[in-house]
């Protein structure tokens, strides 16, 4: 995906008992949720997490209420600057990759809402949608070979936070020094541009709602963007 620095998604599977954090993070009566935010690079390394949020948040307003937002809007972050696409003249900014669940920005590009797309439009869903199982994989990755994650936990969220930013961090340390382990479990295509699934993938919570609106600058240039990508 040209210009793309990262997907960003959430994953809804940090279960508490503890009784004295039900007013903040109670989804169903007798567990109460916490949500794991990651932007993932291409290696399937998480460059950022947040492990916190209200069970019943959506992507948008937990990504919304931390840091990450404002570094992308004040580029702090340290994306490169605005430079043509392949075979085009235009400068055109980084991003990450999104869902519906994010509203559209020039930092964040997301698929279409329309039924009926323009090929170049086609052409551009289906980069974002290649681009996108980088997340998935790893969360799924993550959780398979640190299954602490996918236990009910009996800890408060502070110390849950520091379970999952320490397994973040072996994550991390694994893909960089033994890669090959794990390439078996991350998604691949096949001569004929079809995805096989890897061993890694786990069940992921799509959100809705929340501040999702899309801005007028980042349609704008998104449309632009859009089409000389095909």
Do not use: E, H, S
């Given at each position: 995906m040209p210009h793309g620095c990262g997907a960003l998604d959430g994953r809804q599977s940090l279960q508490t008992t503890s009784k004295e954090w039900k007013p903040?993070?109670?989804?169903?009566?007798?567990?109460?949720?916490?949500?794991?935010?990651?932007?993932?690079?291409?290696?399937?390394?998480?460059?950022?997490?947040n492990i916190g949020g209200q069970g019943h948040m959506s992507d948008a307003q937990k990504s919304n209420a931390f840091e990450l937002k404002e570094c992308l809007e004040d580029n702090s972050i340290g994306f490169p600057a605005p430079d043509p696409l392949p075979n085009d003249d235009t400068p055109t900014p980084?991003?990450?990759?999104?869902?519906?669940?994010?509203?559209?920005?020039?930092?964040?590009?997301?698929?279409?809402?329309?039924r009926q797309m323009t090929k170049e439009q086609r052409v551009f869903y289906y980069r974002l949608f290649r681009g996108r199982p980088i997340v998935e994989n790893a969360f799924g990755r993550l959780g398979q070979r640190w299954q602490i994650l996918l236990t009910t936990k009996q800890h408060d969220p502070t110390t849950i936070?520091?379970?999952?930013?320490?397994?973040?961090?072996l994550h991390n340390l694994m893909r960089v020094r033994y890669p090959a382990v794990q390439n078996k479990d991350i998604d691949v295509e096949n001569a004929n541009h079809q995805v096989i699934p890897g061993a890694g993938n786990g069940t992921y919570v799509d959100y809705t709602g929340g501040n999702n609106r899309d801005a007028q600058a980042a349609r704008t240039n998104g449309s632009q963007c859009h089409g000389r990508t095909a």
């Open positions: 903040l993070f109670q989804l169903q009566r007798l567990f109460f949720f916490l949500v794991l935010l990651g932007l993932v690079d291409a290696d399937y390394k998480f460059l950022w997490i980084y991003f990450i990759l999104g869902d519906d669940a994010f509203g559209l920005r020039t930092f964040l590009m997301k698929p279409y809402a329309q936070a520091v379970i999952v930013q320490a397994c973040v961090i």
